[in-house]
């Protein structure tokens, strides 16, 4: 198969043709940017539709001022307990490849305290820019796609986590954030879900401006969107063997030879990217970190606002009638298989958290999938080479990043910056 567009040349020194490899959240929204913006666009992606990798069924929260860098001060003090598994919700999986040590420096070099504030805030003005750009995309196109604003309470219960998180929160509000430090009363006054746990509640931080949104529904409405557009083709079920920067032009080949050009190639595809710009020559710094989710049906004491229990490392977001829950991070781990011991962790752990939030005996589906981390949990947004930009490494927040990442890329096509 050999895709190839043709373009009128009184618009070729400002359209461009571009692939999109990967159709999860950072793909498609980078796909619909770009096409809004008059470029033509083709979406490469191994499953059979898009949205059915990491971007499947993850937290679904939209977390525009919970940025908070994983590699942190309090991280450092962890990490040999990390090493060890003796954390249920965070386990740290070393290899002895040279990749891995590299990251793994890096990773202790940004767990610095000045480090990991920039880091932070750095996510933050990514994230108020994916906000905007998500809300213009979802105006433009009416994807439907669970989308509400129920706002987040992160709860702490340790002096120590809400100590550092109350100092950060400053850092964040003289930045632009608007949220708001709570007791245990208060967090249960605005949520009462939480009142079987408040004897546990050290300490709260609301943001009531924080969303959800199904990634998978968003996923398959940007499909649809494009589709009713022009300048869109997709190309799903489709292996890529390589990508070559060589020519004039950078080319996807594609099982059995089949070549496609473009002037641009994007990598949205997560932790695959990896292995496809190793192919142009560039080692991007990401490592895969396992996470996993259940959907079950709402329990007696579902709470409506969006939780996060930070000391187990576990999301509430109710879509609907249902309510998703995810968690755990298993640093390092490359396969996508279920592992009954720690879904058993996740369920485990969010039956501690809020025991009345999901029906846990009656659980939908289950899912995990392999967020792809850089050493300082900012996304890869820049050229990697002749054509090929790299759009991957968002780490847990993907789907709060991917509208904002999707502008960036644009801005690099269109001024070269």
């Given at each position: 198969m050999h895709v190839e567009f043709r373009l009128d040349e009184s618009l070729a020194t400002t359209r461009r043709e571009v692939i999109v490899i990967g159709a999860g959240v950072v793909g498609m929204a980078t796909a619909l940017?770009?096409?809004?913006?008059?470029?033509?666009?083709?979406?490469?992606?191994?499953?059979?539709?898009?949205?059915?990798?990491?971007?499947?069924?993850?937290?679904?929260?939209l977390s525009y001022a919970y940025t908070d860098a994983l590699a942190s001060p309090s991280t450092l003090a962890q990490f040999p307990g990390?090493?060890?598994?003796?954390?249920?919700?965070?386990?740290f999986s070393p290899r002895l490849d040279?990749?891995?040590?590299?990251?793994?420096?890096?990773?202790?070099?940004?767990?610095?305290a000045d480090r990991f504030r920039r880091n932070t805030l750095e996510g933050l003005a990514l994230a108020a820019q994916s906000r905007r750009a998500l809300h213009a995309l979802v105006h433009r196109h009416a994807i439907d796609f669970s989308h509400d604003t129920p706002g987040k309470i992160i709860i702490y219960r340790s002096t120590k986590g809400f100590s550092a998180a109350q100092t950060l929160v400053a850092d964040k509000m003289a930045a632009g954030a608007e949220q708001t430090i709570l007791d245990a009363d208060r967090a249960v006054a605005i949520e009462p879900?939480?009142?079987?746990?408040?004897?546990?509640?050290?300490?709260?931080?609301?943001?009531?401006?924080?969303?959800?949104?199904?990634?998978?529904?968003?996923?398959?409405?940007?499909?649809?969107?494009?589709?009713?557009?022009?300048?869109?083709a997709s190309l799903y079920d489709t292996v890529i063997d390589r990508i070559d920067a060589c020519g004039r032009r950078p080319a996807v080949l594609i099982a059995g030879g089949q070549r496609i050009e473009a002037d641009q190639v994007v990598l949205c595809a997560g932790m695959a990217s990896v292995g496809l710009a190793q192919g142009v020559g560039v080692r991007l710094p990401v490592m895969p970190m396992k996470g996993y989710s259940i959907t079950a049906r709402l329990g007696e004491e579902a709470p409506r606002v969006s939780i996060t229990?930070?000391?187990?490392?576990?999301?509430?977001?109710?879509?609907?009638?249902?309510?998703?829950?995810?968690?755990l991070?298993?640093?390092?781990?490359?396969?996508?298989?279920?592992?009954?011991?720690?879904?058993?962790?996740?369920?485990?752990?969010?039956?501690a958290a809020l025991p009345g939030a999901a029906d846990y005996d009656r659980i939908d589906s289950n899912w995990t999938g392999l967020r792809p981390m850089t050493p300082d949990s900012l996304p890869i947004t820049r050229p990697i080479a002749p054509g090929v930009i790299a759009n991957t490494g968002h780490g847990a927040l993907g789907w709060t990043y991917a509208a904002g990442s999707a502008e960036r890329v644009a801005a690099i096509i269109e001024t070269g910056s």
């Open positions: 940017t770009l096409v809004d913006r008059g470029h033509r666009v083709t979406v490469i992606d191994s499953a059979t539709e898009p949205g059915r990798g990491t971007s499947f069924a993850n937290g679904a929260q990390l090493l060890l598994s003796r954390n249920p919700a965070f386990r040279l990749d891995f040590m590299r990251w793994t420096l890096a990773f202790l070099r940004n767990g610095s879900a939480l009142e079987s746990i408040r004897s546990s509640i050290v300490g709260a931080i609301h943001t009531a401006g924080e969303e959800v949104g199904d990634p998978h529904r968003f996923c398959t409405g940007a499909q649809a969107a494009l589709a009713r557009g022009g300048g869109f229990d930070s000391a187990n490392r576990v999301v509430f977001a109710r879509l609907g009638d249902k309510m998703r829950i995810a968690g991070a298993d640093l390092g781990r490359r396969d996508t298989a279920i592992e009954p011991s720690r879904l058993a962790a996740l369920v485990s752990s969010a039956r």
